[in-house]
């Protein structure tokens, strides 16, 4: 679904990453960990095709971003739900019409209020719906922004850092609905440095977790 092949990225004049391969095949869990500032959210960036790599090749479906339009770049995002880790909203709209911007961008929103009440109701936001985002607590933000990132039914979930800004507990909660979404066939990639949401994660889903070290992409042991 997203092939990386021998990807290098360059910032700043120097490389950041390099000769990072990965194939995320459908219905796949991986976990993507590493220091601060080691490249995870760029990482996750050339996955969806927001950053084009230096060398290498980056694999959308099977199209390489370098020969795709911005059109067919456009196109194939709206298969690929992007959990970001700053999680902005329009703060003058309700919850449930920051939830369905997605549809109405895409010009999908005729017909859906009962799929966005389900999805609402999912991820327990169902008493929020019309609360105005500088109202909402950090895991209430968290939940609606993956609600966000799957109200167009993508094939492939990425989450940056998704349980940065909140207790265990909500950690917990967002990890199951993560881990449901795999159970729905999803492909789910999180970049995050909680190792112990890590360990959480592996006694419930076969979870692949890679680390970036020394700018190249490795397979985490049992050091986990």
Not at 50 to 70: E, I, S, Y
Request: hydrophobic letters at 45%.
């Amino acid at each position: 679904m997203i092939e990386l092949d021998s990807v290098a990225y360059n910032y700043g004049g120097g490389e950041l990453l390099t000769d990072i391969s990965l194939d995320l095949a459908p219905g796949s869990f991986h976990f993507l960990t590493g220091p601060s500032g080691a490249g995870k959210t760029t990482f996750l960036k050339l996955c969806y095709g927001a950053l084009v790599p230096t060398a290498g090749q980056v694999r959308l479906f099977k199209r390489d971003v370098r020969q795709m339009t911005r059109d067919q770049v456009a196109m194939s995002r709206r298969r690929i739900g992007v959990v970001h880790q700053d999680c902005r909203f329009l703060d003058h709209l309700p919850l449930s019409e920051n939830v369905a911007l997605p549809l109405v961008v895409s010009g999908a929103e005729a017909g859906q209020e009962g799929n966005l009440r389900e999805l609402m109701a999912w991820v327990g936001l169902s008493g929020r719906a019309d609360a105005l985002p500088p109202e909402l607590s950090g895991g209430e933000r968290q939940r609606a922004a993956l609600a966000r990132a799957v109200i167009m039914s993508p094939e492939v979930i990425l989450a940056d850092e998704p349980t940065g800004n909140v207790d265990w507990d909500m950690s917990q909660r967002l990890l199951q609905l993560l881990v449901e979404l795999n159970r729905m066939g999803k492909t789910i990639l999180i970049a995050t440095h909680d190792l112990q949401l890590i360990r959480a994660a592996k006694v419930q889903v076969q979870a692949r977790v890679l680390r970036i070290k020394d700018r190249r992409l490795q397979t985490a042991g049992a050091d986990l």
